[in-house]
């Protein structure tokens, strides 16, 4: 869950920081929950592609898995006193830490959006 957190902190720096967003935290959580529903939607489209098993409620309610991630991510971050927690945490980490956490994150996002990208475009090429 560390990596996480991390990932939330960096997400809502980046929208104070960067953006310069009115709402670092609510962007934050929509960032975390969309690459959260990429990584999950990539493990039941792998295993509906090689085992044939489908979850009829994901294909049923499709946004309900988005919705679950951002009311999950919303509750989790929303007290003020694990913001600080986190912040703390990430604050007291060495710079080589940080780096190498840096380098996690970057990679989470190619990586997740690689593999959703390429099960979709395998998926598609065998229903053609």
Do not use: E
Request: charged content about 10%.
């Amino acid at each position: 869950m560390s990596f996480f957190n991390y990932l939330f902190n960096r997400m809502k720096w980046w929208n104070t920081k960067v953006v310069l967003d009115f709402s670092p935290f609510f962007s934050a959580i929509i960032i975390l929950a969309v690459f959260q529903m990429f990584n999950i939607l990539f493990v039941l489209n792998t295993v509906h592609y090689y085992l044939g098993v489908s979850i009829s409620i994901v294909d049923r309610y499709y946004l309900l898995l988005p919705v679950l991630l951002f009311l999950w991510n919303f509750f989790y971050y929303r007290l003020p006193s694990r913001q600080a927690k986190i912040d703390a945490w990430v604050m007291s980490m060495p710079s080589k830490r940080k780096r190498l956490y840096n380098l996690f994150v970057v990679l989470y996002f190619v990586v997740s959006l690689f593999l959703f990208i390429g099960i979709g475009y395998l998926i598609r090429l065998t229903n053609l």
